[in-house]
T-cell receptor, first 117, second 115 residues
Framework: DQQVKQNSPSLSVQEGRISILNCDYT??????FLWYKKYPAEGPTFLIS?????DKNEDGRFTVFLNKSAKHLSLHIVPSQPGDSAVYFC????????????????FGQGTILTVHP | KAGVTQTPRYLIKTRGQQVTLSCSPI?????VSWYQQTPGQGLQFLFE???????NKGNFPGRFSGRQFSNSRSEMNVSTLELGDSALYLC??????????????FGPGTRLTVL
């Protein structure tokens, strides 16, 4: 049972335009969500996070939107740059549930973003 | 502040051997989580340690074990290696004092190849 899903394996965008990456989740206990950027054979790099008490969080070119009723979050990158080309993972955690939730991020399968010059 | 470090970066072993991987968290972070990344299964949670105690464990066989030291450094061990254990092993550290929402920061990973 995949509790976090990224249904688009890849996304291609022109430099300067907006990139929108999507993520859906099924576990209503998830209350903290994160986006990571990853290059092959390297560890994920943290980009931005959002708590379930918010519906939007911004950090520079990155904005994350959370729609709890739809169990959906999205990452907007504006403007997109060629250096943004990488695999993007969304992750979720039940931060306040304790027990079998301690330290356990559940990841989506990732979306390959390619930004063309 | 230095990031999460992992050693070694690359490792080649043969079936049946055992391996120990090391992780040093960001200074001040007391929680360390371990993950396995494979092309077929993606990023899967192995276990989490906090203050030298394993608080959570993922769905992996008992051949996978770990520990945490008083300085928060952590090691994971895989015994009786199988071909399917070939993967990128990642550790992540976070503040995580008393639970709650804290961000995990990842190390560069250890690439294990089992021949």
């Amino acid at each position: 049972d995949q509790q976090v899903k990224q249904n688009s394996p890849s996304l291609s965008v022109q430099e300067g335009r907006i990139s929108i990456l999507n993520c859906d989740y099924t576990n209503s206990m998830f209350d903290y969500f994160l986006w990571y950027k990853k290059y092959p054979a390297e560890g994920p790099t943290f980009l931005i996070s959002i708590s379930s008490i918010k519906d939007k969080n911004e950090d520079g070119r990155f904005t994350v939107f959370l729609n709890k009723s739809a169990k959906h979050l999205s990452l907007h990158i504006v403007p997109s740059q060629p250096g943004d080309s990488a695999v993007y993972f969304c992750a979720a955690i039940s931060a306040n549930a304790g027990g079998t939730s301690y330290g356990k991020l559940t990841f989506g399968q990732g979306t390959i973003l390619t930004v063309h010059p | 502040k230095a990031g999460v470090t992992q050693t070694p970066r690359y490792l080649i072993k043969t079936r049946g051997q055992q391996v120990t991987l090391s992780c040093s968290p960001i200074s001040g972070h007391r929680s360390v989580s371990w993950y396995q990344q494979t092309p077929g299964q993606g990023l899967q949670f192995l276990f989490e340690y906090f203050s030298e105690t394993q608080r959570n464990k993922g769905n992996f066989p008992g051949r996978f074990s770990g520990r945490q030291f008083s300085n928060s450094r952590s090691e994971m061990n895989v015994s009786t290696l199988e071909l399917g254990d070939s993967a990128l092993y990642l550790c992540a550290s976070s503040w995580a004092v008393g639970g709650g929402a804290t961000t995990q920061y990842f190390g560069p990973g250890t690439r294990l190849t089992v021949l």
